[in-house]
């Protein structure tokens, strides 16, 4: 996945991006949902909707971070021949290669 991410982050066309964004979504797509499944499997039947919903919530906090966290890379000039864009995903690719390493 890593390896996409840094893929994505030095295209300069349209088609190698939809290419690359449909490869990692149709990975992503299960991620989640089965993250989910397997985690309240550790639960107590009673707990499951409380586990559900603190998930649920975390996901939407994190899309929020992720959105001000886009914004603000969005408004970096243009440096070394990358455009903000880039350097979001750029930054997302080392975060995500440097939490997989640890």
């Known amino acids: 996945m890593n390896q ?3 893929g994505l982050a ?3 066309s349209i088609p190698p991006i ?3 964004r449909f490869v990692l979504g149709f990975t992503e797509a299960t991620f989640g949902p089965c993250l989910l499944a397997i985690t309240v499997q550790w639960y107590k039947r009673s707990e499951q909707p409380f586990v559900t919903a603190i998930w649920q919530s975390m996901s ?3 899309t929020s971070v992720a959105s001000l966290y886009g914004w603000g890379f969005y408004q970096v000039p ?3 021949g990358l ?3 880039q350097w979001v995903i750029l930054a997302l690719a080392i975060g995500s290669f ?3 390493s640890m």
């Open 60 to 62: 939407a906090l994190a």
């Open 83 to 85: 455009k903000g864009w």
């Open 78 to 80: 243009e440096a070394s």
């Open 18 to 20: 939809l290419g690359n």
């Open 10 to 12: 030095f295209t300069h």
């Open 98 to 100: 440097i939490s997989s």
């Open 4 to 6: 996409l991410l840094f």
